[in-house]
């Protein structure tokens, strides 16, 4: 192709051409802070993983909390109730340790495939935590909500003068559908707006991820 | 990060600014973004700076680093985005005998090579840059022979820019 060749030559007759930076000025630039996507990365996935562990250690010490803890107790399932701790907990730091290994391992001097691949790869495990976090929140959610339903309907009832109060099959049933159905909305719009989010900060890297994996296929 | 480090890499980098100044003719447009992609990409190549073992030249290493900034790390500006008319061309050198026409394929030239993507740049980049297919298939991950294909493509995908009618 006669154009790029010259291109080539142009290009090669330009190179004296920048204006050329002094040390002085490199020794300033060396000490300035860099701007670079993967450090906004890593403040905004530090963030949100640090979001899901003080939530869980600000609602452990809250008196609501105490309250829950009185009624999990009189129900007789405290031991499940810790043990679903100790494992929410567990999964938490579990991410923190792969997200910061993954992180880890970022290095500007691999190749630019690899360099794509790991830094995308920080940001998926990132993602895990979060589609974790909103699904066992869910489900929590579904589970503690129907419970308290279902206690305040029986206990209007029994205000009522039922002496055997019981939930009607049809009432419990709707009742259990529109909560699994809100709860179902409310995650997905949360998710839905996160992946937007998430992917606004990474359509760039995306786009060149798979640029490079389409020229090898 | 150690202090005795800081007089040999600013010596090496110096020297070898060109290949920075290079990347960010091709990757931004403007004063303002030429000089916010030199600050990033020394400021990357000074993190990066440790590891260099010196297993391979400074400016081999160099390139690479540049250039995985440029792709990756560096977040362009709305400014830098929005204009991508060449605006180096005050730098073009003229031979004696000015040849008009010359100058005028060159200026499309350049307005094509704008239009391509990120990757294809850094291909192109390394073309104009003489470098060999197994160099370039290392700097971006690629097997060689699709880097070769890859090129013979933008090739194709330049003359197109360049004559949309295929007359």
């Known amino acids: 192709m006669k154009e790029l060749d010259l291109l080539k030559k142009d ?189 606004i900060l990474l359509k760039r890297l995306q786009n060149n991820y798979e640029e490079l994996k389409k020229i090898d296929l | 990060m150690s202090e005795n480090l800081e007089p040999s890499f600013v010596k090496q980098l110096q020297e070898n600014q060109n290949i920075i100044h290079k990347i960010c003719r091709l990757y931004t447009s403007g004063e303002d973004a030429h000089k916010d992609l030199f600050q990033e990409i020394t400021i990357q190549l000074w993190k990066a700076f440790p590891k260099f073992r010196g297993e391979s030249k400074f400016s081999t290493w160099a390139y690479r680093v540049a250039l995985n900034t440029a792709i990756t790390l560096y977040r362009k500006s709305k400014r830098s985005i929005a204009t991508v008319e060449y605006e180096g061309r005050q730098h073009f050198t003229h031979d004696i005998e000015y040849n008009y026409e010359e100058e005028e394929q060159l200026k499309l030239m350049y307005k094509a090579v704008y239009q391509l993507n990120d990757i294809e740049k ?15 298939s290392e700097t971006l991950g690629i097997s060689e022979v699709n880097a070769r294909v890859k090129m013979n493509r933008i090739k194709g995908k330049l003359k197109k820019i360049l004559n949309p009618l295929g007359v």
Not at chain 2, 123 to 136: A, G, H, N, R, S
Request: proline residues 1%.
């Open chain 1, 11 to 199: 290009w090669k007759k330009n190179t004296a051409s920048f204006e050329q930076v002094s040390e002085n000025e490199i020794y300033k630039m060396i000490h300035k802070r860099s701007s670079s996507i993967v450090k906004w990365i890593f403040i905004i996935s530090v963030i949100e993983l640090g979001l899901g562990l003080v939530l869980g250690l600000m609602i452990s010490f809250t008196k609501y909390d105490q309250k829950n803890i009185e009624l999990i107790k009189s129900l007789g399932i405290y031991g499940y109730y810790i043990a679903t701790s100790v494992f929410l907990y567990a999964v938490i730091f579990f991410f923190i340790y792969k997200f910061y290994s993954m992180y880890r391992k970022i290095a500007v001097d691999d190749s630019t495939k690899q360099l794509l691949s790991t830094i995308l790869k920080t940001r998926t495990v990132v993602k895990q935590y979060i589609a974790f976090n909103l699904t066992s929140f869910a489900v929590l959610f579904i589970i503690f909500g129907g419970y308290m339903f279902y206690e305040g309907y029986i206990q209007g009832a029994a205000k009522n003068g039922a002496i055997h109060p019981e939930m009607p099959m049809n009432i419990a049933l709707i009742s259990m559908v529109v909560l699994i159905l809100a709860t179902a909305f409310l995650t997905c719009a949360f998710w839905l707006v996160y992946k937007l989010i998430y992917g």
């Open chain 2, 122 to 136: 850094a291909l192109v980049f390394m073309y104009l840059e003489d470098k060999d297919y197994t160099e370039i």
